[in-house]
């Protein structure tokens, strides 16, 4: 007689945590034959299985189950799977054709959002320095995600209010990561001016769904006090009384 897997593959969601992997022989014997998980990308964390051993007896049943536990998790990932192979059969028993199975556990969690943290931010003042914009995914993953940011315009001047961000940027998440952060370079001036916005959008998500905040407005608060006005002088008159027009400065201070 000889026993193998009754198939060479199966697969379930991760949420089936209670599996039976089918060993059968073919008639019935006393016979045994072991099994150990010799590959496949699961890991440890994915499913409980120690090596061990099968038996059957003369006149009994000719089908006996491997029984593996998977643990279900929250984590979007890619489908994972667990080799199972049998060896060192009995005295007198043969190795069948399936020697080895193919257990996938399938994915069922959905893929992350991907969002700014914030609709809207700002610096408290002109100061030249590099000011940060989160970038946050709802869960993590095991998947490398990415995203594209574009500038999207605003009332700021790339060049003279900020530095470009590269534009469009494209934001990459490791597995695992949750939070990445697009960094925007205010550059300081001494111009009196209103508060400017620089606006970003998300965009082209791989691996992951785009969220609620897709658009965040950056403002760069102006520090500068307004210039002072005033006449050129005190006192000024004509030379004489010849009929002309005579001007008077007005001045800003710089």
């Given at each position: 007689p000889s026993i193998a897997f009754a198939a060479t593959t199966s697969n379930g969601s991760e949420a089936t945590t209670a599996v039976n992997i089918p060993v059968s022989i073919s008639m019935t014997a006393t016979a045994s034959v072991n099994y150990a998980v010799t590959?496949?990308?699961?890991t440890g964390a994915d499913?409980?299985?120690?090596?061990?051993?099968?038996n059957f007896t003369n006149g009994g049943a000719t089908t006996q189950n491997i029984s593996l536990t998977v643990n279900n998790d929250a984590l979007n990932e890619a489908d994972e799977t667990i080799i199972i192979t049998l060896s060192s059969p009995s005295s007198g028993i043969n190795l069948g054709v399936n020697t080895t199975h193919t257990y996938t556990i399938t994915n069922d969690d959905a893929a992350p959002t991907i969002a700014f943290a914030a609709a809207t931010s700002g610096s408290t003042d002109e100061t030249a320095a590099n000011r940060t914009i989160a970038v946050n995914l709802s869960a993590a993953s095991s998947k490398a995600i990415s995203v594209v940011v574009t500038d999207a315009g605003g009332t700021a001047t790339s060049g003279a209010d900020y530095t470009a961000i590269g534009s469009p940027l494209t934001v990459n998440f490791a597995a695992n990561e949750t939070t990445k952060n697009v960094t925007i370079p205010?550059?300081?001036?001494?111009?009196?001016?209103?508060n400017e916005t620089v606006i970003l959008t998300l965009s082209s998500p791989n691996n992951a769904t785009l969220g609620a905040i897709t658009t965040h407005t950056f403002s760069i608060i102006d520090d500068d006090n307004p210039p002072t006005?005033?006449?050129g002088a005190a006192t000024s008159d004509s030379t004489n009384e010849t009929a002309?027009?005579?001007?008077i400065a007005i001045n800003l201070s710089t």
């Open positions: 590959g496949g990308t699961a499913y409980t299985l120690a090596s061990g051993t099968l205010v550059l300081s001036d001494t111009l009196d001016e209103e006005v005033a006449f002309t027009s005579r001007t």
